[in-house]
């Protein structure tokens, strides 16, 4: 059985992403991983500012609180997704990284889970951000040893 690995945000791109890998996990008999990754300045400034509210209830929030959260977004789009009578089975791992680390995170998660196809969605950026951030499709179509679908937004 063949495996794909879609990086996925809640967007609507993802969405699109994520109903082309469907088409592909059908046609293949394949399951999916769906990777939801967060950077660490979005988990840092949401710590910040749920830790400033003071609220009695709330003592911290934790990594597992920021997974949760993510994963939750990636089953609302998974449900928009397939449908119920889909044969497509799929995991959800949630990690975090910065923004130059996710490249290699998807590489790396693609490796541990079996994955011989990933998908992502490539984004238009200016020469200086690519410069700055490197650009994640350009590098994992030349690292990941498997097939690469860029769709893009």
Known sequence: MDRGLVLIENTDSHADLLREAREHALGADADLVLLVTLTE????ETQEVLDTIGDVEHTSYTEQDAFKGAM????????????????????????????????????????????DHVFILGRKRSPTGKALFGDLAQ????????????HTE
Do not use: H, M, Q, W
Request: net charge negative; hydrophobic share 40%; aromatic share 10%.
């Open 72 to 115: 939750n977004d990636a089953e609302e789009v998974a449900r928009e997704v397939f449908s119920t009578d889909d044969e497509v089975s799929y995991d959800i791992v949630p990690r975090i990284a910065s923004e130059k680390e996710r490249a290699e995170t998807v590489i790396e998660v693609a490796d541990e889970e079996g994955a």
């Open 41 to 44: 300045d979005e988990f840092e």
């Open 139 to 150: 590098f994992v179509i030349l690292n990941f040893d498997g097939y690469v679908t860029l």
